[in-house]
């Protein structure tokens, strides 16, 4: 499985952006997503996860409420929508898969297997 995140970009402090990941070939229904980011000198941090079978989600405490992820099956895309985005959320974004995976480890990097190049997000205030 290969993976493109796209939609990355400057965005002011209170704005929106909405990232894709779109996976190269159909991915498998038991498969689940993804989204971590990286900022400058940090490690890699979960945001959000969602499972390509049956939609559930998961999301980072520092955004729910703002981040929405969701899927198109048809596509094997899925989509992470930015609001109100603050200066703290600049960093690459990154999208990633795996099959098999159980819920208490969707937030640990260290279990997908496939990764996306990323792409940038920067908030300005």
């Known amino acids: 499985v290969q993976l493109q995140a796209s939609g990355g970009g400057p965005v002011l402090t209170g704005g929106s952006l909405r990232l894709s990941c779109a996976a190269s070939?159909?991915?498998?229904?038991?498969?689940?997503m993804g989204w971590f980011r990286q900022a400058p000198g940090k490690g890699r941090e979960f945001v959000a996860a969602?499972?390509?079978?049956?939609?559930?989600?998961d999301y980072a405490a520092s955004v729910k409420g703002r981040f929405t992820i969701s899927r198109d099956t048809a596509k094997t895309t899925v989509y992470l929508q930015m609001n109100s985005l603050k200066p703290e959320d600049t960093a690459v974004y990154y999208c990633?898969?795996?099959?098999?995976?159980?819920?208490?480890?969707?937030?640990?990097?260290?279990?997908?297997?496939?990764w996306g190049q990323g792409t940038l997000v920067t908030v300005s205030s």
């Open positions: 070939r159909r991915t498998s229904r038991r498969y689940v």
């Open positions: 990633a898969a795996e099959g098999t995976l159980i819920r208490s480890s969707w937030s640990l990097p260290t279990q997908y297997h496939y």
């Open positions: 969602i499972s390509f079978s049956d939609g559930t989600t």
